[in-house]
């Protein structure tokens, strides 16, 4: 599959949290797919910046769902 565009999104965002891996198939229903076939409750995504372009992106699955708070971010991606 194709997931450009749906990648695109989320390095837009920079992180994307999501809760409720269900509720993700109406914004990333490629990505969903494979989330889904993970048995995951929760996913986040963690876009990792080069000097002049998005180079990566870290995913983080979760068991159970998971609320984020803010500075879940900062927390994360400095050890990146």
């Known amino acids: 599959m194709y997931y450009a565009d749906e990648l695109a999104k989320i390095h837009k965002e920079s992180i994307v949290h999501i809760d409720n891996v269900e509720e993700m198939s109406k914004y990333f229903p490629k990505?969903?797919?494979l989330v889904k076939a993970s048995d995951a409750q929760a996913v986040s995504f963690?876009?990792?910046e080069g000097h002049d372009s998005q180079i990566g992106l870290?995913?983080?699955?979760?068991?159970e769902?998971?609320?984020h708070n803010d500075n879940y971010g900062k927390i994360i991606?400095?050890?990146i």
């Open 46 to 48: 963690f876009t990792i």
């Open 31 to 33: 990505i969903y797919r």
């Open 77 to 79: 991606l400095p050890c």
């Open 58 to 63: 870290v995913v983080i699955l979760y068991k």
């Open 65 to 67: 769902p998971r609320k």
